[in-house]
């Protein structure tokens, strides 16, 4: 894409400006997910930067500080090229193991170039460079009787009667249960998705049978398992909202490895979302249910240190 000098120039980057205000005020109120032409912007600013071309002066760093923002927010694109820039050196310290850890995480969405590039550059690191860092929520309580949940505008009655009835059996907030099933199915108890997710709450085989649901297909059994998945998942990361969301989406086991929200943009989206529905970045758990993650003191400490 060509960029104009002047005012045209200095529009886009008013706009770009306004954008990231817009989603900084959004994250902390709560509002709506990252946006794609949020990202895109970020993506072209920093390439502008990168290359000293569309009326800006060559900048490295602005351009590392761009891409990370959008990496951060589930860009592929920017993390495989986050990757190229330390696997080459390119206005920052070369590291393998900081590309690697982009390209891991665009080889995980699908950028196929990334994977290859794995192959030369070695493992990722554990560490989680510091741009894709989150900030912390409020500290959360143990299980408290949960509270029953105002009806979802969207919700079927009977839908919201089933949660409210199970949820005490479980000690999950009936309100976190019913974001899930929003976003997951829409209250479709038919809903069955291309990866073989099935029912209200969207239970894959596995799960099914971890939770010892035998017809996903049936709304109590579904919500059943779904909520003792929510439950287990509650007590894993102590009542986490967004790091219990991003599980559901993608898996604890990847929460762990990146110790926190995993930075790919479907669940960067699809945490935002149940966040709204919930209204809250916590809520109480029932500790008996598992032990703490062992990535939960690390996840604390990389939000602090950013």
Sequence with gaps: ????????????????????????????????????????????????YEAGSGGVMRDSARAVALYCEAARLGDAESQFRLGW??????????S??????????????????????????GGPTTDVPECMRERAPAPVPAAAAPKAAPP?????????????????????????ALAIIAVESNFDPAALS???AKGLMQLIPDTASRFNVRNPYDPAQNIRGGMAYLRW?????????????????????VVDRYRGVPPYLETRNYV????????????????????????????RKSRRAS
């Design 85 to 94: 820039i330390h696997a080459n050196g390119q206005g920052v310290e070369r």
């Design 194 to 196: 291309p990866r073989n």
């Design 1 to 48: 894409m060509l960029w104009c000098s002047g005012s045209t120039r200095r529009a886009r980057s008013r706009l770009l400006a306004g954008l990231l205000w817009a989603a900084t005020a959004a994250a902390w109120a709560q509002a709506a997910p990252p946006d794609d032409t949020l990202v895109a912007l970020l993506r072209e600013e920093a390439s502008s």
């Design 233 to 253: 998942l509650l007590a894993y990361f102590e009542g986490d909202v967004k790091l219990v969301a991003a599980a559901y989406n993608a898996g604890e086991g």
């Design 272 to 299: 935002e979302r149940i966040v709204r529905l919930m209204g809250a970045e916590s809520c109480a758990f029932d500790a008996s249910a598992a032990a703490p993650s062992p990535q939960l003191p690390l996840i």
């Design 152 to 176: 979802a505008t969207s919700a079927p009655p009977h839908i919201v009667r089933l949660v409210n009835t199970l949820a005490p059996q479980f000690k999950v907030e009936p309100q976190l």
């Design 96 to 121: 393998d193991a900081v590309a690697a850890f982009f390209f891991q995480i665009a080889a995980e969405q699908g950028i196929e170039q990334a994977r290859r590039m794995l192959s030369v550059v």
